[in-house]
């Protein structure tokens, strides 16, 4: 019998399952991914390295990598009874929840959903990296009441991604920052979205069931939405002077700083936020306008000195994402596209040594 003596709220700290994929070693600052220091391979490696570093155990040659970009070209299309559904999309419905139903109604069209096996959810997992940025981009542009982006195959990915949205083509900074971006979001151990994917996949569902109820958990403010969140709020401000009284303003009535803490990170700066706020300052230099930089600055002294939080990666990450001229609405989409592979590992490994999830519960009802 479960007590109310052994319940973890949140599971806070409790260990959930045992991999090889990724670890957050907090003391040490590195986000290990099988064994490689993600913030070292976001300097000189790119999304396409940790992709297959993710779902093959290594770092691939450059010809592994070249081989592999052609193969995930080769499935930049949806199935053509997937694309009637992009219009039946309500206007003004969030991206994530188009994209969720774009994923849901790919099981369809695999002819071998039933099959789980290592190689087949590989094989999965490669065809959805090369049709995400379709969904991504079309579930913002349908439900806008926008034409449907058609991908470009002579481009890169990165380079396609980000033209498909902008709709031009991108500067050789541009299409490294954003590249860097799909890195560093990939893989970060078990938050919320890893989890419910795990839980899912346990029960023996399918990826696209797995991915499903991800994209669901990831959708949430106090998860993927708090880029969307930061964006705004730089926006309704405006100005240093602005941003620092509306943080004042919002300390005082107790409201939540949207950009600030980690369940990991208590006493840190999220690695990872110190290379997208180099990479704010690249691009500020190159159009010489420092708001954004100066904003975010002024709010990370305030938040420091005032609740002792530090940023953590959507906080630089979304005025990056302005810089680079994508609309809010497709942030945490974006995030969700780059994350898939890093939930596509997971998925696969709970499907090779499966155990389903099955936990107790402290019960605080009617005495019986």
């Known amino acids: 019998m479960c007590t109310s003596e052994e319940f973890v709220p949140g599971l806070d700290g409790v260990i959930a399952a045992k991999t090889e994929i990724s670890f957050l070693d907090v003391d040490r600052e590195k986000i290990v991914i099988r064994g490689e220091d993600l913030i070292e391979l976001a300097k000189d490696k790119t999304y396409f390295d940790v992709a297959h570093l993710l779902l093959e155990g290594y770092i691939p040659s450059q010809e592994e990598k070249k081989s592999l970009e052609e193969k995930i070209k080769t499935s930049y299309s949806l199935p053509k009874g997937v694309l009637p559904l992009f219009k039946l999309l309500p206007k003004g419905m969030h991206p994530m929840d188009g994209m969720r139903t774009v994923i849901s109604l790919l099981a369809g069209f695999d002819s071998e959903i039933e099959n789980r096996s290592n190689d087949k959810n590989k094989e999965r997992a490669y065809r959805l990296l090369g049709q995400l940025p379709f969904i991504t ?24 991604f980000l033209s498909m949205i902008t709709g031009k083509s991108p500067s050789e900074l541009e299409i490294e920052i954003f590249d860097q971006l799909l890195l560093l979001y990939s893989e970060h151990e078990m938050p919320n979205s890893t989890f419910a994917s795990r839980v899912i996949a346990s029960t023996n569902s399918d990826m696209y069931g797995a991915l499903t109820g991800a994209i669901s958990s990831l959708k949430g403010h106090l998860h993927g939405g708090a880029n969307e969140a930061v964006m705004y709020m730089l926006q309704e401000a405006d100005s240093v002077d602005a941003f620092e009284a509306l943080i004042h303003h919002k300390l005082q009535n107790k409201e939540k700083i949207m950009g600030f803490g980690h369940r990991v990170y208590m006493k840190k700066m999220d690695p990872r ?39 953590n990666l959507d906080y630089y990450a979304a005025p990056v994402y302005w810089k680079l001229g994508i609309p809010i609405p497709l942030y ?11 939930l596509a590992a997971h998925i696969i490994e709970q499907h090779d040594n499966n155990r389903i999830f099955r936990p107790r519960v402290a019960y605080t009802g009617k005495s019986y």
């Open 137 to 160: 981009v079309n579930s913002y542009f349908a439900t806008e009441g926008l034409d449907i982006a058609e991908p470009n195959e002579s481009l890169s990915y990165s380079a396609n």
């Open 332 to 342: 945490t989409p974006i995030f969700f596209s780059a994350r898939t592979v890093g």
């Open 273 to 311: 936020a110190a290379i997208t706020k180099e990479a704010l300052r690249r691009l500020c230099e190159k159009d010489n306008d420092y708001k954004l930089l100066e904003m975010c600055e002024a709010g990370e002294v305030i938040m420091r000195e005032e609740k002792g939080l530090y940023p």
